[in-house]
């Protein structure tokens, strides 16, 4: 069996542009490479607003992505929104304070998070509980 990876990702700047620009590169790097995605949100602003994002990142290209529970037919590689309606994805990306639900289902989770205390801390919860269950970690700054 495949040991399951998280990576976490330190913003160097505390701005809602710069979470969503990094979570677009990072949406965009896992198409790139023929991965499925989901993207979990704090909540259903949160997901307007990377909706927004993502019809306009990268500009030179277009990410096909959908919202989950507003778009009825689910087919593109990267579906976002507050929960999962279904299993779904090799990569979770979590742009939200929450644990993931069943991270286990994934071969990767990408946590990102801002440099204040409360969301270091809540990275530090969800580090331990990566732990526990086996998988491979790793930080990175960006």
């Known amino acids: 069996m495949t040991v399951s990876r998280a990576s976490f990702y330190l913003l160097k700047q505390d701005s809602p542009e710069r979470l969503m620009q990094t979570a677009c590169r990072l949406a965009a790097r896992a198409v790139a490479e023929g991965k ?42 990267v579906r976002f929104g507050p929960k999962s309606a279904a299993p779904f994805g090799d990569i979770c ?33 969800r580090w331990q509980n990566y732990k526990q269950l086996g998988f491979s970690l790793d930080h990175n700054e960006v």
Do not use: C, K, M
């Open 93 to 125: 990306l979590n742009v939200s304070s929450r644990p993931v639900e069943h991270p286990e289902r994934y071969q990767r989770v990408l946590e990102l998070f801002a440099p204040d205390d409360a969301s270091r801390q809540a990275a530090r919860q």
């Open 36 to 77: 499925t995605l989901f993207i979990q949100t704090r909540d259903e602003a949160q997901a307007a607003a990377l909706d927004e994002w993502l019809w306009s990142f990268p500009a030179e290209s277009f990410l096909p992505h959908q919202r989950i529970g507003v778009d009825d037919v689910l087919s593109a590689p």
